[in-house]
């Protein structure tokens, strides 16, 4: 018998059973990011130049919604799409992995104590997680995640750093004559140290700022490197970031030895305590020691701790307000309109007629709506996860342990999603998140009523998905106070200041041809700040 005919059968037998196995299997592993130099090129473009990179992974995406890549020891596996990021938040992924990167490398946490949490797989949840045999008192993710939850979305302690905020906020303005113009007033310069301050003094309290000189721009030069610590690059790429680390990290712990010793933060009721006192400064901050001791911290940890919060407090809300005011001070109209819907809000207290009204201040709808603007503009962050278990994502099948983070920005900047006619994704728009209800007539003007709306988007939307140290869940815990702090601090701006543009500013100090666009040194890590400087002069009327 002539078997000659079965001869191509049997060459091409071996390649018709892999493509079988391989559609029974799923596909291999997903699509790489090209790389000249294999292990070398993304890494270092990533540490160097993120735009560029973010702009090659924007481009992957155009074929695949996942792409793998490697910077320095990690395997990356990069997602888009609004149903591919939502499974990120199922219980078959944690945030646990990348919490420890932070705790270790940004924050300075010691090995043993990094040990600590990493022999803790309870879970942040009330409920420990399905077979966990860890003690109550051992549960130190979710003794950090109750801290966060029950003093950064408690009202009265909510209402507490309203009050303390606007205080110290407007000692900043104060600082201003009244009636005198101000010149060359650098704005983001103008926020970063007023409102850090402001801020730190509400939540920590007086002291910390005033026992060490330079504080705050030990915090700002911190700041710079945190996520580059994170990915635990060579000493020798992070050599600046360890030592700037370092030194917030010793401020922070001769603070805290002295305030521990002033102050018995081992009762941490609320029951006849102030709200705020100078010592310790707000609740969060005390339940904070309670937890760096139930714990048995090294003083590294303990130092940490407090470095890293200073973190969550600070890293996005000023940036975010200081494109809030660059886009009202470059629209005249925007910020006569959002003027007038701060002062017509009956915003006053009645015993204290220098502090807004906070629970109003930010339910307002035209400034929710600039708010959310900004947040999706601005807030360009990777939600990161690890699995816990084999998991599929667009069509591939990805081992326990795969990292996968997804970059809000390809999200966000969705033109099917958020654009509309004249007013494209990728630009601001002030009036994007409200829709007109109505109208008042007067002599003088129409003025329109504002309903504050995301319709079918929120889906899309993320900015308070992914934080470094706040120690949520899924969700930002601090979103509650930044929000009152961003809203808070534009409303006494807008309120107390007549600013009029001068000029756009480079780094150095020179003059720029071109307004502020995002610093992509911070992109995907913390909300970008702008980076040029505004120059404004401004008149203190109140």
């Known amino acids: 018998m002539d078997y000659s005919n079965l001869i191509p059968v049997f060459l091409f037998l071996p390649l018709i059973l892999a493509i079988l196995l391989s559609r029974r299997r799923g596909p291999a592993r997903p699509p790489q990011l090209s790389e000249t130099i294999t292990f070398i090129s993304n890494a270092w473009q990533f540490a160097t130049n ?27 596996n990069f997602v888009t799409g609004g149903s591919n990021i939502s499974t990120l938040f199922r219980s078959s992924f944690t945030s646990d992995p990348w919490v420890l990167r932070i705790l270790g490398k940004s924050g300075g946490y010691s090995a043993s104590d990094i040990s600590k949490f990493a022999q803790d797989h309870s879970g942040s949840a009330k409920q420990p997680r399905h077979g966990s045999v ?37 000692q900043e303005l104060a600082a201003f004559p009244a009636g005198v113009w101000a010149e060359d007033v650098k704005l983001f310069d103008f926020l970063k140290r007023s409102i850090s301050t402001a801020a730190t003094r509400s939540v920590l309290g007086s002291r910390i700022i005033d026992s060490n000189p330079g504080f705050i721009d030990a915090f700002w030069e911190y700041e710079r490197f945190v996520e580059p610590l994170a990915f635990g690059l060579p000493s020798w790429l992070n050599n600046p970031g360890m030592k700037a680390r370092d030194r917030l990290r010793a401020m922070c712990l001769k603070w805290y030895r002295m305030a521990d010793r002033e102050f018995n933060s081992d009762d941490i009721g609320l029951q006849g305590k102030p709200d705020w006192e100078p010592v310790f400064g707000s609740l969060v ?30 890293a996005n809300t000023i940036p975010i307000c200081t494109w809030i005011m660059i886009e009202l001070i470059r629209d005249f109209e925007l910020l006569r309109a959002v003027k007038e819907e701060i002062s017509q809000a009956g915003l006053v207290d009645e015993d204290n007629s220098e502090l807004f ?57 969705d033109e099917a999603v958020w654009g509309t006619p004249g007013h494209p994704a990728s630009e601001f728009w002030g009036y994007r998140h409200v829709k007109e209800i109505g109208s008042t007539d007067t002599p003088e003007r129409k003025t329109k009523q504002w309903q504050f709306s995301l319709e079918d988007r929120a889906a899309s939307f ?61 992109a995907n890590s913390v909300a970008c700040p702008p980076d040029r400087e505004m120059k404004v002069r401004w008149l203190r009327t109140q």
């Open 134 to 170: 860890i003690p109550p008192d051992k549960r130190i993710w979710y003794a950090k995640h109750a801290i966060f939850n029950e003093s950064l979305q408690n009202r009265r302690q909510v209402a507490a750093f309203a009050t303390s905020f606007q205080t110290f906020f407007s």
């Open 462 to 522: 993320f900015p308070f998905a992914y934080t470094l140290t706040w120690g949520g869940l899924n969700m930002c815990a601090g979103r509650i106070f930044a929000k009152q702090e961003v809203l808070l601090a534009v409303a006494l701006m807008v309120s107390k200041l007549d600013i009029e543009f001068v000029k756009w500013i480079k780094p150095d100090g020179g003059p720029s041809e071109r307004p502020a666009l995002d610093d992509t040194h911070f």
């Open 285 to 314: 901050s005390r339940r904070l020691s309670w937890w760096v001791k139930a714990f048995d911290f090294s003083t590294e940890s303990q130092g940490a701790a407090y470095t890293l919060f200073l973190f969550g407090l600070h």
């Open 357 to 413: 009204n906070h629970s109003k201040v930010v339910l307002l709808p035209l400034l929710q709506s600039v708010y959310t603007e900004i947040l999706r503009l601005h807030i360009r962050v990777l939600i990161t996860r690890t699995s816990i278990e084999p998991v599929t994502i667009a069509g591939y099948h990805l081992p326990k342990g795969s990292i996968i983070q997804a970059p809000t920005e390809v999200c966000h900047y």
């Open 50 to 76: 993120k735009d560029a990179f973010l702009a090659r992974l924007r481009e992957a995406f155009k074929t695949s919604p996942i792409v793998q890549c490697r910077i320095g020891p990690m395997t990356l």
